[in-house]
Each structure stands twice: as C-alpha cells, then as structure tokens.
C-alpha cells in the first residue's frame, strides 16, 4: 500500500500557488462546441474537470494534485525507472533489485515511473516472451504497484503494434486508425489489446485492496508521421474519434476507473494554440494535455533556442490547460539523433539546468506538473548520465533545484478532496469520421450519445439527402445504414448534420463527407488540383508540416484551381510550414529530366523549398518569391542539391538511379527573416515531372506469378473444378479461342433478369505482397458493358476493379492494385493495401452490367511487377579465434576490446588460459561476477563479415562446473537495412561437460531493439552484414555461486558437419529367461539398433501386475540381478529410446528354483531362572519359505506335544517352577518340498 503523508516528505514546506484562472468551477465541452462568454472557466479547488466521473477518490486526487502542483515544483519522470540503466543491479529502498542511472546519480528516485503498454506483448520489462499475455499484463501491475510503493506517480505509454500488418508501432503501412475504429476489420484485434490494458490496470491493486492511479498516454506525437496514428496515416476526423473510442472502451465498457488520460502531440508549435487544437479529441476525453520535445541538433554548444522553443510552447500548453481545468505536463523530452548523450565529448554540458531554469524563469511554463525523459536502455542511447558520467554534475544540480520533485519528494497526491465537474451533453459522429472518404455505395453512420439522459431520437442529414433516422444498437452507439449511391461517389465533399433530442436535449454535430475515391494522377504529376472539389477534401490529400490542415485551401487558377500556401509566421522570425505526400510503393521519375511548378509569389522574399526524397536521400531546390509576377519554375534535377539538414549525405547527387525511386514530395515555406513580412501566401499549380530524363529499371521484377493459362486442364470437368467456388460454371467454358497457348476462358452472361453474374477461383491464401498488378489478356464483345474483376482477401475483404468490353481483339489489360476500390463489406473504405495482398484467396470475374448479353475472353492471369529478391553470396566460413596466438592476455584482450575498452563497457572478463582449451591448447578464461549484475560481455568487431548460408557458430565450451549460462551473440543489419543494428543470441547452457557446441543461426532469436517477435530469424541479408560478435555470459540461477569462470576454445563459423539420419531403435538381442536359486546373481542381456545410439533403461513387472516399473541405475545393455523371493514369475524388460523413437525388448521371466528345507542353525539348549524367559531358535532355508511348527516334551514323557500358536522360527517359555526344569523342544520346518525336524534343545530351571 502507498506510504503516508508523513512517510513521504515533501523538500518545499509551500506548494507553489496555482493561477488565479484554476479557482473557477465547471467543466467544458467537448471540442469544437464553444462556451458562451459569460459560462464560468472549467474547475478547480475541490472541483476537477476530469474525463471519468467515475473516477476513484484516489485518481481524481491524483487529477487535483497535479494540476494544482501540489508537488510543489516540477516531478522529473523517467520511462523504466528502475530496471534499464547502464550502472549496475543494487538492492533498492524496498529490498528489491533496482538498476537505475537516476538512483546511481542522485540516491534518490524519479518522481514519476514510466512504463509502456509493449510490456504486455513481452518487447519491453517487465514483460517477458515467455509468458502469455495476461501474465504480462499482471507482470505489469506488480511494478506500477512498486513504483508507487517507492513514492513514484505512475504513466503507461502505447506503443501499440500495427493491427493490420502485425508490425511494430513504426510500421506505418495499412492505414491503420482506419480499421480499428468501430466496424472496421480489426476493431476485435484492438478491442482484445485494450483488454490488456485493463487487465494491468485493474490489477495494479495495493495490499489494501485500492487501486493505483495511472496516467494512460495513448496516440502520442500524432503530428509526427513516424507511427502508424501519425499526421500522415490518419485524418484530424479519425485521430481525434480513436482517442474517444480508447477511453470510452477503457471507461465505459470495461469499467477502468483508475485511469487519467494524457493527449500529448509532438512539438514545436511556435506557441501556436489552433496548431495544438487540430487533432485534439476533446474535453471529455482528456484529463492531460502534454507536450513531447526532443533536442536534435548538435550545432549550438548550449541549448538556450531549443529551451527557449519549449517554454514559448509550454506557456500555451499551460494556458489551454488552465482554461479547461486540465493537467500541463511536458510528457516526454530528451536528446536525441545528433544531439544524443554519448559517453563523451558532448555539447550543452549543463542541458538539464538550462533547461529547468528555463522553465522556472516563466511563470506559466513552471507550472507543468512534470517533465518525463526517456529509459537508458543501454550506453548506445541514454536520456539520463550515469554516473561518472560528464553531465553527471550537472543531473545532480537539477537534483538539488527545489524546482525539482523526486520520489523521496512527492507526499501524498491521493489524500486531497476532490469530486468529478458533471460533463456536459454531447454528441458526435463516430463513423464515417469527419474529413473522410466513403468509397462505397453504402456505409454505416454511427453517432454518439453522452450525458444526455432521455436522448430518444437521433437524425443523421447529408446534403441532398433525406433524413436518416438512427437507432440504438448493441455496442452503444445510434446507427443505420446509409444508402449513399454508386452515382454519388464523385469525390465530391458533403456538409452532413447529426441532431439527437429528447430528455430536454437539443444537440447537434455537423461533419464533412468526402464521397468517391481520390483522384489517381499520371505517374510523375504530384497534383494539378483540379480533383479536389473543395478544401476538405484536398487536405484529406495531403499531410501539413508545422501548421494547421488550414494552411492550405484551393484558389482559383484561370478556369481551373491551383493550391493556397498561406502562412503567419511567428515573431522569433524561425517558422516555416509547408504540405507534401507519401508514395508507396515509389514512383520512378527517371524518365522525365526535370521538375516544373507553377507559382504566383507574393513578393515576400522567403525562401520556397521544393524537397523530393529519392533512393532514401532527400533533395531540395529553390523557387524564387522575389517578384510577384506568376511564373513556370523549370528545375533542372541537377539543380537539386541534398537537404543541408541531412549532413550524412551532404554531396550526393540525384541521380538517375535515386529518381527510379521517388518516396515522398513536399513543398516548404521557410521565414526569409529581417523586413520579409510575417503574414501572407503563395499560389501552386501543375507540379509535375516532365522532359526525357535516362529512364531506369530500379531494380529487376520479380518473376511473375502465374494464377491461371487456361493450359493445365484436360476437360471441361477440371476446369469448372477449379472455378466452381461459387457454383456458376454453366456462365464459363473452356474456349479454343485463345489469347495465347490453345486455351481461354470464355464467359457468356446474359443480363435480361438485371443481376450480377459472377465466377470464382478459390486461391487460399496467395502471397501477392510486394506485387504491383494484376495482367490479364482480353477480349472484349464490342458492348459497353465491362468485366469487373474482384479480389477476395483476409479478413473477407473485397476490392473491385472495371475493364472495359468495347476492345474485341485480344489485347493485355494490366491493373495496378492501387486501382482496386473497396467492395465489400459495405462501410469498407480503406485502400488496399501490400500487407492485405499477402493473403490473396479468391479471385471473381463478373460481369458487372444490368443489361445486355454477350461473351467475352480471359487468358494469362498473372501478377506482375514487384522487385526481384537480390541475391546474397554465400559467406565463407572462417575461424573467429582459436586463442593459440597470443603470447599474453593483453594481446588477447587487444582482440576482444570492443566493449570492455568503452567507458559504459563491463570491464575485462577474459584472459588467456594456456592449456586449458581443446586437447591441451590455449583457451580464453572468461571470469564472471554476478555479485551486482545479471549479464557480462566481451566483443570484437567484425565491421561487416559475411555469414550469408552458413549454418552457424561452433565452439569448445568448458563449464568448468558453472551452472551458468553462456550467449554466443552476434550483430548485424537490421531487417531494412537502415536504423539500428539487430542483435542476435545463441544460448549455450554452462552445464556438463567439456564439449563442442554448434548454435545454428536457424535458431537465433533477436534480443534488441525490443519489439521484435521472437520467431523472427536473421534473413541471409543481415547475416551478409555481420558487425560484431558478442560473448556473454548469463546468470541462469541466482542460486548457484554469483562468481567462476568458464573457458572457451575453437570458436568458428561455418557449416555443420552433416548429420547422420535418425533411425528408430530396433531390438536385436531379446533377454532370455532365468532361473536360480534365491540369492543367486543373474544376468540379463539386451542390445539394439539405432541413429544416434539409443539409451537403456530396464523395468521390471511383477507376476500378475499390469504396469512396469524402471529399476533404479540399470540403464546399460546388461542387467545383473541378486534373485529374491519378490522376483518369482515377473518380467524384465529393456527399453531402447533416441530422438527418433522408442523400442521395448520382449520381457524376460524370472523363476526362483524351489528346495526342500534345511535347518542352518539349531536350537540351543537353555537354562534359566523361574519367571525368566527363554528363547529357542532355529534357522532355515528353503523355497517356497517353510512354516514352522514347536512340539514340546515333559520331562518323564515319552510323547511330543505341539505347542498351540508356536509357529515361528522361535519360540519363547516362562518357567515357574523347577519341575519343568528338563523339558525338551524341537520344531518341524515344511514347505512344499519337504520337512525336516530340528535337533532337541532342553530348558533347565534354577
């Protein structure tokens, strides 16, 4: 449970003040509704305008403590807090392990712990591969309950995978928001993920059964591209109603009421608030408006202008977050790309001082709740020194600020008053969301209802449509199904109006529809604008850099439309802004020789950048705005020069071969600074790539795929077997007139009944990824009507494409996929995209027309296009070390001193061990200590090696007795080719004995950067880029001794010797039976065949028992038995068994041979005392095992009496009287085979 308030001190005795703005009450809107002007600011006080009015006393606390700063001063935060750092494991406050670079630094730790959603798929602790999903998710819950014990707040990022490719948060391809949001294909699939989150967060349950508040962080640095929610993959309209889907999921659904929830766009804004506003998904949905600022650049040696650009933003953020009784907090921040914190020799030494002086210089930007950094995953990229470090110092000062607040620092942020401002009512449409395309004929409209009790009818109205009435379905929402029209979809934009009445409600929504699919251009014209029918649509076309979507609008050109580029630049005279678009797949432009634009300056003097990226490297050229006279721009492609911003490829040239692949296109204004006016914009029109260039082939295609010749089938009954899927081939015949080879497919509809008419091929699941067409040769009837081909993919998805009949020769009609548009089902309206073309499993030819009749061809279907896979050399093996050379450790550690030698590195593990290595030689001595960590490496660089078709390592490994484990890892290329390396282990248990091991790279599992799915093995292209190999060792069991050492001989890289086939054991010599006497030694002997050599293990069966047993230690080809009387009658057997299989010999019966008995030991006789006792006894042998009975003689008696119930090998009398002083004893011992009587022994009394 957390600590007190008294346990948890606060370093400032005042918290700061809060402004005058945050005592007011109430609660806003949702955005794009308005206030009137006299309705009071949102709340604060006891009042908080928080998004869950269900909120647990502790959350809403924890949204008044933070907005107010009861903190007192800023919270520093840091993502994985305490389990990724480049010092060392130490025992924490709590007693549990704790690595943490803050801790190291400071003693004390973060005020605020953050952690990531990739936990609960395993790609970040304290998730784990291993463990399912719910286990991760539970994981999860334990450390935020920690870091709450150790006095932290607690954030959840989400980095969420892509939920249409199945990659990671960086794959942007697939339009993703577009098919999670409700009744898109994999709304189930994020719906299951949101499950997890709840699961974490309904777990995160103190010993006293209260839950800890979370601040839940989804969708962040939307205005950045690099993830698939980013500015370029989803519109304004769908960001903003996944927001609202996510939390409403969370809150309503699934009942989560421990969250806060954080909307947090990447900066810099210019302190812009409308740029801020664009994607915010409202009041309702929001209870943290956050701010996201890495410093990038390394030019200036101080970091005076990126801090200065922060608090100019934060000021707004602060002042948004007033207005509405929200949280502002700068939720991520850092150094990074150039600008990253090395080991050494960095600028802006001080960074984090200047920064917190920074924001303690304004009043407005010091009152963020708290600024959270990036993890130390490893010395390669930290966000936080370490200690030791050379902006150690400066940490620690920002430590000692007390505008700081650290864990040791926070107090109680759960213990003040606060209750839930009432959310207004409100209403909005969920789908289609506002700004985008419907491309189908019908579409499902769904609208939202909130706090508007009584609510009882609700109307959706679009432009020259009637009314259609809503109703409510089962996943809370009012919907129906709107009949838009096939004749409607013009790419056309309609103002649409959602109204919801009763209760005493009047509300409304209004959106704005884009019917019909974008306009497809030429290959080499960006845009002539004139496909566009007003403003919404053109920029649902285009992504905006560092503006609003409103910086550009449509103007008018002649008798057509040209694009407006308007800017309002801020005073510090650093903006720029400007718009551009993606291609993928890329556009070759190498055949045309320049660029043209026409442009309309404004006579402003700024400087207008016109930027192609190809082949990956990004070009500029610049238009002049001298004058303001229009004109054509000719640019020449040897004008372009490469963007200064990228000094890694500074020099390069745009060469034929980068134009084959042209990625990406946009347009930049940038602020000419001095007089040049701050306001204004510019005219564009007819961009496009035009003149005779040296065209190239980028890269070789691929060999196409064949779906269907016609050539294969040998009758009529195999061709309609495979196209029968939707039992119709009476439509269909196999046809002697051919487009090429003997065979076609000849198709005769008749449209007198007006219906669609249609065959099919099932095709299971083809790969068409990485293809760009579908060919097929036709042969048209001369009609007007058209054959519509249609593409059955995963997840019963349909995309359709129209070729025309009116061609009656046979002629090649080649479709882009690109040009397939949605089809079914029917609010279906995402393009299709590679990743869907990876399960291709139906193809639909049809006659698409409702009138008419006739018969027209198909032959050759193929898919065509896509790059051809280089091919990759096979490497050469080579021996990596074999330790014999070195005349000293240093020389060897000279080798391997990639890592020990860096200032973040482990230190030296290795020495030369002479003699210690395979048949006597030298071998490295790796010496290990997990006294203070879990891991230890040495490396040497390989810069590139080759290990292309090689199957893997080998090496001599001693575990000397270890019990620890041993990763033979190595390093290359990542999967693209570009970002950070991949690194790759090879577990080798330090168990056993002394031996060579062979780690095959068929089973090397990638282990960083985290997020990679651990089925994914090194293709031969990374393995042909090998920069490193890696030893390292692990500790497999803490319990075992933290300290040994290991040795390591002989290591290589190559092919395996090749491996014998596996055979099953077969038995070839059967045990045969044995009989012996009891106590007598037997032997047994089984042998049998088999690859590898099989084992052994013997069991025994008792007689008339149903199971074997196994004897304990008899596992050699031999078995020697002492017999006992438990032996007789039962069974041996051998059981052979290897990795191919099991064989078992016939059993093997055991007899003990039966004897009459014989007396080995005789009964004494005995003298004793009256009363005393004595005991006759008598030994004997014999199987099966004698009875025994005593007879007894009176002394002057010349008859034996049997003594009554004496019936063992001894016998016991009590005297009493000296008259029985001469009495005789004897015992008759019988078995089955005989009897024979013992001597006579006489009892004499004293």
Partial sequence: MPTSAATRPARR?????????????????????AHAADDPAPGSGGTVAIADTDATAQTRSLMRYLRDQESGG??????????????????????????????????????IFGFDTLALKGDEKPGSHTRTDEENALALAAEMVRADDLGALVTLSAHMPNFVTGGSFYDTEGRVVSHILPGGDTNAEYRAYLDLVALAAQSAQRTDGSLVPIVFRPFHENTGSWFWWGAAHASVGEYKEIFRYTVEYLRDVLGVHNLLYAFSPNGTFDGDAARYLETYPGDQWVDVL??????????????????????????????????????????????NGDRTIKPSGNKSLHYFTELLDGLSASPTASRVAWMLTWANFGSGQIYVPYAGHEMAADFQALYDDDAS?????????????????????????????????????????????????????????????????????????????????????????????????????????????ILGSAPVLPVGTVDDFEGYGDDVALRAAYTTANATSSAIALADHGDGQAVRLSYDFPASRTGYLGFGKSYAPTQNWSGFGQLDLWVDPDASGHKLVVQVQAGGVTFEAYPSLAGDEPYVASIPWTEFTVAPWDTANLGQTLTWERLAKVSQFFVYLNDAGGDAPLTGSVLLDDIAASGEGEYVDPEPSAEPILVDDFESYADEAAFDAAWGNRAKTDLVSLSTDAGEGAQALAFTYDHADGAWQDVARWLGGQDWSGRDALSL????????????????LGGGTYYLAQVPLTDTSWHVVEIPFSSFAPSWPQDLTTPISDEALGVVNELVLASSSQSGSGTFGVDEIRVVGGDAEPEVPDGTPEVLDRFDQYGATTDLRAAWNNIAEQEWGDGWQLALAPGKGAGGSAAAAFAYDFSTTTYLQESRWLGGHSWAGLDGISAWVDPNGSGQSLSLRFRTVSASGTGDDWYWDLPVPLTGSARTVRAAFADAVATWPAGIDPATRPTRAQLAKVNEVILMATQADPALPPTGTFYLDDLEV???????????????????????????????????????????????????????????????TTLTLRLAKAHDGGQVRAVFTNVAGTAASSGATLTVTRTKPRITAQPRSLTVARYRAATFRVTATGYPAPTYQWFRKAPG??????????????????????????????????NSQGSVISAVATLRVR
């Fill in 13 to 33: 005795a005042v918290a700061l003040v809060a402004a005058a703005a945050l005592t007011l009450t109430g609660l806003t809107a949702a955005a794009g509704s």
């Fill in 74 to 111: 800023i919270l520093f935060g840091q993502q994985h807090a305490t389990d990724e750092a480049v010092s060392s494991s130490v025992t924490g406050p709590d007693g549990k392990p704790l690595r943490s670079d803050v801790h190291d630094v400071t003693g004390d730790l973060p005020g």
């Fill in 290 to 335: 956050g701010y996201d600022n890495y410093e990038n650049s390394d030019a200036a040696d101080d970091s005076t202008a990126w801090v200065a650009a922060v608090v100019d933003d934060l000021e707004m953020v602060v002042d948004l977050a007033a207005e509405r009784g929200k949280v502002p907090a700068f939720t991520e921040f850092g150094r």
């Fill in 405 to 513: 607040v650290f864990a040791s620092q926070t107090g109680d942020p759960y213990a003040l008053t606060a209750t839930a401002g009432a959310q207004e009512p409100a209403l909005r449409v969920v789908t289609p969301a506002d700004g985008t395309r419907v491309t189908t004929a019908t579409t499902t409209v769904r609208a939202k209802v909130t706090a508007a009790p009584g609510v009882d009818t609700v109307t959706f109205t679009a432009a020259g449509y009637e009314p259609l009435e809503l109703a409510p379905d089962d996943d809370g929402y009012w919907s129906a199904t709107w009949e838009v029209g096939e004749d409607a979809l013009t790419n056309r934009t309609v103002p649409a109006e959602v109204t919801a009445t009763g209760g005493g409600h009047d509300l409304s929504d209004d959106v704005s529809l």
């Fill in 777 to 792: 040769r036709v042969k048209g009837d001369g009609t007007g009507n058209q054959l519509a081909v249609q593409l059955g």
């Fill in 1054 to 1116: 190559g092919d395996f010797p090749a491996q014998p086939t596996e055979v099953a054991p077969a038995v070839t010599t059967q045990p045969t039976a044995v009989t012996g006497k009891i106590g007598t030694t037997v032997t047994f002997t089984a042998q049998a065949s088999g690859l590898p050599a099989p084992t052994v293990q013997w069991q025994f069966r008792s007689k008339g028992a149903a199971s074997w047993r196994p004897i304990a230690g008899a596992t050699s």
């Fill in 1197 to 1230: 008696s010349a008859a034996w009496v049997k003594v009554t119930g004496a019936t063992s090998s001894s016998l016991t009398v009590k005297p009493r009287t000296t008259k029985d002083s001469g009495t005789r004893y004897r015992v008759v011992v019988t």
